[in-house]
Structures are given as structure tokens and as C-alpha cells.
């Protein structure tokens, strides 16, 4: 089942904002009934949206998927449950250590057994974190086997950059979960000493790295975000 509801706010190219839904018909008009909760939805920036969709997802255990205007809405505690998973047994594999088989002379497939890595996980890293798909859950997993190279890859994802600096603002569910997922992998003096060295435009929000107004601490978007939620602070977003 696919449900949509068009809301009275508008993108930045004009459109009404638009919320999909799908999945089986008791967890679409569970998540639809519950998206009613959510207080003057029809007129929130998606930035803000985005992290009032996430909070009543993880809170309420919504199965059902949800599209912001075509783009995923991601629960926090799916992913972070299943990093703690990866932590814990300091492998993405659970068994031999995962390798390519070569099929003839320009193929090669990966070998794994079960991996500890979650679809949904797996799906966040290649949509949202600057990684292709490397054709299965388990060639990715060949490719950053163990812990330490989950962590060399939310350094330098597979355009050169961090991956935090490679989700735009307005995905503001994606950029709180990398920020949770910085904090547990890395002691916070190393995070803040890789952060300093990298470079930031003076006219580039500190959060989505967007321009920003002249003066400006934050864009416009971002700036609503902030507003709309007092509990968080730039450094939160960044």
C-alpha cells in the first residue's frame, strides 16, 4: 500500500511539500494516524519536519516507510542499535574474514558468511553517506570488513570527504544520526582535532556548508531548524 499527503508548506522550488507512506495497510494508517500528532505539520520548513517524523518513528516504533517530497525519513535507533552491534564484536562480518573470488578475468564476487551489518544500515551508508552500493550488502561489507575501516570511511567517505560534510542541511534526520554515530566511534579530542583541520568557507553555513547571508551565523534553513528546536545548538548539527 502507497499513500500520499501534500502539505500547505512549500519546497524551495515552489512545490507543496509532499509526505509518502508506504508498506502494508495496518502499518500505513498506523504511521498516518500518528503523523496527525505532529503539531502545525502542514506548515513546518522539512528540515524541521524531517527530525518531528524521526522522533515519532523511533518512538513509536512506525514499520511502515516515510518519504519527505521522495527522500527517506531514517530512524536514529535502527541504525545506532546495529552500529553498537558492529562495536561490540569489532567486525561487519560474523565468521571468516570476508573476501573477493575471482570469476574469470575481470568479475570477481564477494564471499561472506553472515554479516552483522543491517540492511537498513547498509541502506543508509550507500543513500545517505557517500558510498555506492558495491552490488550487495555483502560486497560492502568486503570492502570495510571491520570496525576500523567504518571508521577511516565516516573520515573520508568515497568522495573525499566526511561524510557529515557530504549530507545537505535539509536532511537534518541523516546529519543527527551521523552525529551520534562520530560520537560513539570517535573519542571526542581526535573528532575535534580532524574537524579544526579541515577546511571551511567563511560565506558557507557551518552546519550543511550551503552560503549563508553576509554576518550570518547560519543559513536560512538551517537557522529554522535551530529555531523550531531550542534543545539543539550548531554544534549538534554540525
Known amino acids: ?76 535507533n535502527r541504525v545506532l542499535r546495529n552500529l553498537k552491534q558492529i562495536m561490540k564484536h569489532g567486525t561487519l562480518y560474523d565468521g571468516k574474514h570476508p573476501r573477493y573470488i575471482p570469476i574469470g578475468s575481470m568479475l570477481r564476487m564477494p564471499a561472506v558468511g553472515k554479516t552483522i551489518l543491517s540492511t537498513y544500515f547498509y541502506e543508509f551508508l550507500t543513500l545517505c553517506c557517500g558510498s555506492i552500493a558495491h552490488y550487495s550488502i555483502r560486497g560492502w561489507v568486503t570492502e570495510y570488513p571491520t570496525l576500523e575501516d567504518l571508521k577511516a570511511f565516516f573520515k573520508k567517505n568515497e568522495f573525499g570527504k566526511r561524510v557529515l560534510d557530504d549530507i545537505p542541511g535539509w536532511k537534518t534526520d541523516a546529519r543527527l544520526i551521523v552525529r551520534e554515530i562520530e560520537a560513539l566511534l570517535f573519542p571526542e579530542p581526535i573528532l575535534k582535532a580532524y574537524i579544526r583541520s579541515q577546511p571551511v568557507k567563511t560565506d558557507s553555513c557551518p552546519i550543511c556548508r550551503n552560503p549563508k547571508p553576509l554576518g550570518a551565523r547560519t543559513c536560512k534553513g538551517c537557522s529554522e531548524v535551530l529555531k523550531a528546536n531550542p534543545y539543539l545548538c550548531v554544534t549538534d548539527l554540525m
Do not use: H, P
Not at 20 to 29: A, F, Q, V
Not at 44 to 71: H, S
Open 1 to 76: 500500500m502507497q499513500k500520499e499527503i501534500i502539505l500547505k508548506a512549500k519546497d524551495g522550488f515552489g512545490r507543496k511539500n509532499k509526505i509518502t507512506i508506504g508498506g502494508s495497510k495496518k502499518d500505513c494508517e498506523k504511521a498516518e494516524e500518528l503523523l496527525k500528532t505532529i503539531e502545525n505539520l502542514d506548515n513546518l520548513y522539512e528540515g524541521v519536519a524531517r527530525l518531528k517524523i524521526q522522533q515519532l518513528i523511533d518512538d513509536n516504533n512506525i514499520k511502515a516507510w516515510i518519504l519527505f517530497n521522495g527522500n527517506g525519513v531514517w530512524s536514529k
